[in-house]
Every structure is written in structure tokens, then in C-alpha cells.
Antibody, heavy 121, light 110 residues
């Protein structure tokens, strides 16, 4: 069974940093692109970042570019999201999502349960 | 800036058929946007229904189907059930590794 388990969420002050992790199991992790999608309380879904499979190219939404860094450790089947210079508008439930293939246009097909990030003083 | 449009709300009678759409603020949706559809109920993670225009995700009932209709992507539910009462999001690939979600459609089955 494919599973994604996010961790690392919490309360952080504006300007602070946090690192999310997503532990994957049940599929060949290195062969798949992986993504982060967030959902602010009571709002819709917003794509945040993706890391392609294979050679590994990273992509970011304009709203997080320069502040967030996505990475992956294929030896540990784990995806990460390093979030720096956090703002109140980054407050959201962050979902890790497996993509259906390795390419940047392979959409999200399996979702984790999410990790809550709250940015507040 | 690309904006993906969805109907804010829709209602359908049990056993009825409903088509939700996903459009672009400028231009037409094409297969090259790899439109995908997700269902979300309150307090739950999204569930993938359809990806790459019309590929049904594993375990999704065949009453859910999707296609390109005219200038938009479309999700059709044939024979709606009570547990289809949920919010439905579409997402489009806009190139350069980027995706844009629609604002979601709240579907009521009554």
C-alpha cells in the first residue's frame, strides 16, 4: 500500500524557519516526481513545489520562490520542504503528494494526511 | 497570472448527472494542461479522481469520468450518490513545472 507520512509541522514566528518531511512507502520512490501542496484554513488548494524523478529538477510557486527549498533523499524515501522567512500567509496544512510519473507534468495521484504550519507571533 | 476557473457551487439530485467544469481566465484548456480532478470532504485530505485529462485513479468508481468539452476540462458524475457531496478541485499544468488549482466547486447532493 502506498503511504505518505508528513511530519515537522508546528507553530513558528514570522521570519522563522521550519522543515517538513514526508516519509514514503509502498512504491519506487526514486522513479516518481513528488510535490508539496498547501491549503490555508477554509481555503482551496495551492501548489507549492515539485521535485521531478530521475535527474531531479525542482520547481516552485512564485509565492515561495527564494524562501522555500524542496529536496529529496532517495536512499531514505523521504521528501523535504525547508521553509525560511516564513510569513503569516504561509499558514496552511501542507500536503505531500506522490505524482503519477517522473515528469513535471505528471499530476498528483496519492496524498498524505498533511502537516499543519502556523506562522504567528 | 494564470487563473483557473470553477463553478463555486452546484447541486444535483441523487442518481442525477452533473458536469463540473474547469476553465482558464484566458484561453482554452487542452490535453497539454494535463487536467486533473480531486475530491475533498471536510477534514480529509484530497482524493484523486482523474488525472491527465481522463485517467481514472485506482479505486475510483466509473460513475466519475472526465474529458475536454469545448474550451474547458469537465468532470461528469453519472448517477450521483450521497457520498459524492464534497468539494471538487481541478488543477492544470501551466508549463515550466508549475500547476494552478481552481478555486473548487462545492457539490451538494440533495
Amino acid at each position: 500500500e502506498v503511504q505518505l507520512l508528513e511530519s515537522g509541522g508546528g507553530l513558528v514566528q514570522p521570519g522563522g524557519s521550519l522543515r517538513l518531511s514526508c516519509a514514503a512507502s509502498g512504491f519506487n520512490f526514486s522513479n516518481h516526481a513528488m510535490s508539496w501542496v498547501r491549503q490555508a484554513p477554509g481555503k482551496g488548494l495551492e501548489w507549492v513545489s515539485s521535485f521531478s524523478g530521475g535527474g531531479g529538477t525542482t520547481y516552485y510557486a512564485d509565492s515561495v520562490k527564494g524562501r522555500f527549498t524542496v529536496s529529496r533523499d532517495n536512499s531514505k524515501d523521504t521528501l523535504y520542504l525547508q521553509m525560511n522567512r516564513l510569513r503569516s500567509e504561509d499558514t496552511a496544512l501542507y500536503y505531500c503528494a506522490k505524482c503519477s510519473g517522473w515528469r513535471p507534468y505528471d499530476a498528483f495521484d496519492i496524498w498524505g494526511q498533511g502537516a499543519m504550519v502556523t506562522v504567528s507571533s | 497570472q494564470t487563473v483557473v476557473t470553477q463553478e463555486p457551487s452546484f447541486s444535483v439530485s441523487p442518481e442525477g448527472t452533473v458536469t463540473l467544469t474547469c476553465g482558464l481566465s484566458s484561453g482554452s484548456v487542452a490535453r497539454s494542461h494535463y487536467p486533473s480532478w480531486y475530491q475533498q470532504t471536510p477534514g480529509q485530505a484530497p482524493r484523486t479522481l482523474i488525472y491527465s485529462t481522463s485517467i481514472r485513479s485506482s479505486g475510483v468508481p466509473d460513475r466519475f469520468s472526465a474529458s475536454i468539452l469545448g474550451k474547458k476540462a469537465a468532470l461528469t458524475i453519472t448517477g450521483a450518490q450521497a457520498d459524492d457531496d464534497a468539494e471538487y478541485f481541478c488543477v492544470l499544468y501551466t508549463g515550466g513545472g508549475s500547476w494552478v488549482f481552481g478555486g473548487g466547486t462545492k457539490l451538494t447532493v440533495l
